[in-house]
């Protein structure tokens, strides 16, 4: 099984700072099957970006994927009130799929 | 607009069936898709439990496969989870959730959950 690892384990911005969060893969990701979730306090996790670098329907631009392999980003240009939360990336391309463990994005 | 919604008892006794089901408006589950579930615990993150597809075909995470069983229910439009001889460590938030990729019998990402419900295993 790949090991997602995240980091860091928490980052704390001001509004209107960027944010960059990385997810790092134990072996190559086929086909960069990568993608990022959101998850808010007492809410399910919402899909952000899938194929590492794709936006999902609805999700503003200033939310970014990159990276390929083993090395995967999720930047967030201008933090927004609502950006704080904690992050997730999850792999598709080996079976199982699974998750990080979370970097949780909080208000310095 | 596609919505899940998971329902079942938040309370179930150790050794015991821990059963969900997920109800889908908005789409009809037989159409396409595979349909899916997942839970978040504090010792353990977020953790695929399995999926299955519109025509049936399944895919189990294998550190659970020999205790869960998937089904559809087309008729009702929902599926449903059974968790065999839960212990503590089932204790989590369950979520089902809509997958979407190209090699379903690979993996997938969610691009549809649910709200989750909490399930407890205690005596």
């Known amino acids: 099984e790949i090991v997602l690892t995240q980091s860091p384990g928490t980052l704390s911005l001001s509004p209107g700072e960027r944010a960059t969060l990385s997810c790092r893969a134990s072996?190559?990701?086929?086909?960069?099957?990568l993608a990022w979730y959101q998850q808010k306090p007492g809410q399910a996790p919402r899909l952000l970006i899938y194929d590492a670098s794709s936006r999902a329907t609805g999700i503003p631009d200033r939310f970014s994927g990159s990276g390929s392999g083993t090395d995967f980003t999720l930047t967030i240009s201008r933090l927004e009130p609502e950006d704080f939360a904690v992050y997730y990336c999850?792999?598709?391309?080996?079976?199982?799929?699974?998750f990080g463990q979370g970097t949780k994005l909080e208000i310095k | 607009q596609v919505q899940l919604q998971e329902s079942g008892p938040g309370l179930v006794k150790p050794s015991e069936t821990l059963s969900l089901t997920c109800y889908v408006s908005?789409?009809?589950?037989?159409?396409?898709?595979?349909w899916g579930w997942i839970r978040q615990s504090p010792g353990k993150g977020l953790e695929w439990i399995g999926s299955m597809s519109h025509s049936g075909s399944i895919y189990y995470n294998p550190s659970l496969k020999s205790r869960v069983t998937l089904s559809l229910a087309t008729s009702k439009n929902q599926f449903s989870l059974k968790l065999r001889a839960v212990s503590v460590a089932d204790t989590a938030l369950y979520y089902c959730a809509r997958d979407f990729g190209p090699m379903p019998w690979v993996g997938a990402y969610m691009d549809v959950w649910g709200k989750g419900t909490a399930v407890t295993v205690s005596s």
């Open positions: 072996q190559s990701v086929s086909s960069n099957y």
């Open positions: 908005g789409y009809s589950i037989s159409r396409a898709y595979n």
């Open positions: 999850q792999q598709y391309g080996h079976s199982p799929r699974n």
